[in-house]
């Protein structure tokens, strides 16, 4: 048999693999042929060593014949192998003469029949010419040996780092897929070291066949794109840059530089490999060609891509904006130039989220300062807004999410975060931001130089007290701040046109802090509260000026809840209330404007916009003077409610939760038997269980293991916990996620049963405070099994304000619950409510009064050292 072939690979200097033609089915078909009459050292493997002069030999026959076209002729096969021995002619030469000549390869013993051959006579004749010439393995010195590692010796990270970025030459031995190869290196030791070797920035179909235990596979195309790297590189010289190490720690990841053009590029143009984006940003020379070749083989829809589907882009997906906040370290609110405010995630970025509370003091790490970098960069500036993708609504984000690139100038702010170590990437082959690659190198420069949370040092740690957790806590800072003058802050957050939280970097601390010598018209807190006239313009107007700004305040004094009242200035001039004032969005609240050393400058600006009738003095002559109106109309009754009442769970002596008796306790009992019954088999929760804040669910409460329903007050990442609220009961604790499920749809048509009260017209301490424990044992004595009658004085916020009497006793008002606590010395009248002060309720107030003043003479518990209390101030509960 003879014919035509191409030389695919040469396994030694007498065994060559020849294939034939392209077939329309597959790569084409090979053949192993030996060569007839001669002899050639053998390579080594990772078992046995080189024969001398085989690596050499070997390399004189791949670089005369690889790629070439042949003539073969085979001239006998191997009955119990196959093996086919034969001759191979390069331009009409026999290959073996060639060899002997050059001293390659030795003549084997030749059998009698084929003594008088005229091959083996030339054979024999270029033989004894190679060794008298001492050419190849006739030569005399042991420069034919060559040392070799088939397998790597070492840690694999200390090897890449000795040769990273260095290109050096390689023979690639084997095509495993069209991504991955068998490559010879040559050190700069002389030596050879074997490797695994996956082109980095792709992936190529999978061929995986033959392998113990494991289903063989072939993915579309697979063969395609081998042979397509088999026909280009196989047994060819090229130069390797490893770039890293493989995941399992056995190969590497590097590009392979050939004259002929880029391998890698090669097979994306072709749709024979995609980009691969675990090992794009380690490609040398970046990942832009790669990427133009994969968007060029999309467009063509060529094999990988012949189903793809470009993904259409809104026209509004490129616009400016103004960033009114900064949510997280990767989420902030902008406004456009119409008005309107979208919330935007930073296109694949994922900054950290670890705040936590311990014994009053915010504490956080890498996520307040991904925050804090972009506030400093972002807030109340232009920026270019390009939309990347919509994620849709999920349990983290029940609303659709915008996720977009935002650029300051030509600045990525997200490429930033992450370049700084303070940003995840989220890796996703559908989302992309139009800059993920850019994102991807971002952070494996951060991992190598140990950028931000990839430091191997300690997380920073930024703690925050509370200065306004109390009154008593936030008199302890007045002195210091009011002997400080101004002092630097942060605008957190603004709760109303006067009312802010701030941060105070310097001293560690956060406050409430209140504009003084002005009255700001009240806000919506919910949807359902109805604002003030202006409210929201107020809010609205000091968001836009204030709202995660850096000011200065001034701090004069304190209002009755422990929040700081004084001065802000924003850009060291601008006095915020003045601000205010001057727009018809604030009035002059005399008595704390004339204690203001800023005085003049305030009734100057109200008096600026009362004559232009801005906002609030819009219908008012700015010479007429108005009297304040009562909030409370005196001349109509206050209507009263009467409820049947137990008391479920008690909080403090002043605080606490009743169940109303009616027939929904019926319906509680027996709904609290069917959910008993329903978790005795039903009482496991998916696998990715993960209650939101809020969430009425079924809980397993830790004194008698019942299943009752919950309201999940917080989330506990660190113990994987929640701190519920048992809705029909009034108590909570924390418990393991483990004591939790989802409450089945037919357990929650029941109201909640308990409601959350208050004793009206009373202040009793807090648990916390002096005779507080004293009070709240008082009020369980008082209310331990007894039904009583609530009378609601006023319904504030969901909370009930009640006066409790006990109806087997008397509902005269001065035996009430409530007056009997103040007869004990556990509480105080408060008469600062304009409901105390109706003259409906003078007599229940007075009744509370004399109480007081018997508890006073008598000096018990809270006046066991005199009167040190002031009937004005706000309750404590």
């Known amino acids: 048999m003879s014919g035509k072939a191409t030389v695919k690979s040469v396994l030694s200097a007498d065994m060559v693999v020849l294939s034939g033609r392209p077939r329309a089915g597959g790569p084409p078909a090979t053949r192993t042929l030996g060569l007839n009459y001669i002899q050639a050292p053998k390579l080594g493997n990772k078992d046995r060593a080189d024969e001398p002069f085989a690596f050499a030999a070997r390399n004189f026959l791949r670089k005369l014949l690889v790629g070439k076209e042949v003539m073969f002729r085979v001239d006998y096969t191997v009955p119990n192998t196959g093996r086919e021995y034969g001759a191979i002619y ?82 690639i031995e084997s095509i495993r897929d069209g991504s991955t190869v068998r490559a010879c290196l040559t050190l700069p030791n002389g030596e050879y070291q074997y490797i695994t070797l996956m082109i980095s920035g792709i ?27 088999e026909s280009r590189l196989l047994q060819r010289e090229v130069r390797i840059i490893l770039e890293m190490v493989g995941q399992n720690g056995n190969n590497f990841f590097g590009s392979i530089q050939h004259p002929a053009g880029n391998i890698a590029e090669a097979l994306v143009a072709n749709g024979l490999a995609k980009v691969a984006d675990w090992s794009i940003t380690h490609v040398t020379g970046g990942p832009t060609v790669l990427r133009d070749a994969e968007r060029k083989a999309q467009a063509s829809k060529i094999r990988l891509w012949q189903d793809h589907v470009e993904k259409t882009k809104n026209q509004d997906h490129q616009f400016d904006a103004t960033v009114a906040r900064v949510m997280t370290g990767d989420t902030i609110i902008v406004r456009n130039a119409t008005g309107q405010e979208r919330r935007l995630r930073l296109s694949n970025i ?54 977009a690139t935002v650029k300051v100038g030509e600045i990525n702010v997200g490429e930033q975060l992450v370049l700084r170590g303070l940003a995840d990437v989220i890796k996703s082959r559908e989302d992309r931001s139009q800059f993920y690659d850019q994102l991807l190198v971002a952070e494996a420069k951060a991992k190598e ?49 006067s009312r802010f939280k701030l941060i105070i970097p310097k001293e560690n601390c956060k406050l409430t802090f209140v504009l003084g010598g002005v009255r700001c018209p009240r806000s919506s807190r919910t949807p359902n509260e109805k604002a003030e006239p202006f409210g929201a313009e107020a809010l609205d107007f000091i968001s836009r000026r204030c709202q995660q700004r850096e000011v200065e305040i001034e701090i004069e004094s304190l209002d009755k809840t422990g929040g700081f009242i004084g001065s802000m200035w924003l850009n060291k001039t601008e006095n915020v209330a003045a601000m205010l004032l001057e727009e018809g969005l604030a009035s002059i609240h005399s008595y704390s404007a004339e204690q203001s050393k800023h005085a003049s400058l305030l009734y100057a600006a109200e008096r600026a916009a009362k004559q232009e009738r801005k906002n609030l003095w819009t219908n008012v002559d700015p010479n007429a003077v108005v009297e304040e109106e009562e909030e409370v109309d005196n001349t109509k009754p206050i209507k009263k409610e009467y409820l049947d009442v137990v008391v479920s769970e008690i909080v403090s002596g002043g605080h606490f939760y009743v169940q109303v008796i009616n027939q929904n306790i019926q319906a509680l009992e027996k709904m609290m038997a069917d959910l008993g019954s329903h978790h005795k088999s039903n009482s496991t929760a998916p696998a990715d269980w993960k209650p939101k804040v809020h969430q009425v669910i079924s809980a397993k409460f830790t004194e008698d293991n019942q299943w009752y329903r919950a309201k999940v007050i917080r989330n506990v990442a660190e113990t994987k916990s929640v701190e519920v609220l048992y809705i029909d009961y009034g108590n909570s604790e924390t418990i393991p996620l483990t004591r939790t499920c989802p409450l089945p749809p037919q357990f929650s048509s029941l109201p909640q049963q308990a ?55 008397s509902q005269d008002p001065d035996r009430s619950l409530n007056a009997e606590l103040v007869r004990d010395g556990l509480a105080t009248v408060f008469i600062k409510s304009r409901y105390a002060r109706h003259p409906s309720n003078q007599n229940l107030v007075a009744k509370f009064q004399e109480s007081t003043a018997l508890a006073k003479r008598e000096r018990l518990n809270l006046f066991e050292y005199g009167d040190n209390t002031a009937d004005d101030e706000e309750p404590r509960y």
């Open 90 to 171: 390069l331009n009409q030469e026999n290959i073996a003469h060639t060899l002997v000549r050059e001293g390659w390869a030795d003549v084997r013993e030749i059998r009698a029949s084929d003594a008088e051959n005229v091959d083996v006579e030339a054979l024999y004749s270029y033989k004894a010419e190679a060794q008298a010439a001492k050419r190849g393995i006739w030569a005399e010195d042991n420069s034919g040996i060559r040392k070799a590692h088939y397998n790597l010796e070492g840690d694999a990270e200390e090897f890449l780092e000795k040769v990273k970025g260095k290109p050096l030459p390689a023979i």
């Open 203 to 229: 992936r190529a179909p999978i061929i995986r066949q033959g392998v113990s235990g494991t289903e063989d596979l072939v993915e579309p195309f697979a063969e395609e794109a081998k042979y397509f790297v």
């Open 350 to 403: 994922k900054a950290p989220n670890r705040l936590a509370q311990q014994k009053g003091v915010e504490i956080a790490s890498f996520d307040y300062e991904a925050k804090e970098f972009l506030r400093k960069r972002l807030i109340g500036k232009n920026v270019h807004i390009t939309i990347d993708y919509v994620k849709p609504p999920s349990d983290q984000f029940p609303e659709s999410t915008e996720c």
């Open 449 to 497: 130089e140990g950028k931000g949370k990839h430091s191997a040092k300690e997380a920073p740690k930024y703690k925050w007290s509370d200065a306004s957790e109390n009154a008593a806590k936030a008199k302890q800072f007045l002195p210091f701040f009011q002997r400080g003058g101004r002092t630097q802050a942060i605008v957190e957050y603004v709760a109303n046109g």
């Open 755 to 809: 409601q959350e009260a208050v004793l009206s017209y009373v202040k009793v301490p807090a648990i916390k405070d002096d005779y507080g424990i004293e009070a709240a044992n008082r009020f369980r004595d008082m209310v331990s099994g007894r039904q009583l009658v609530g009378v609601v004085e006023q319904r504030e916020h969901n909370v009930m304000h009640l006066t409790l009497y006990d109806p087997s006793i």
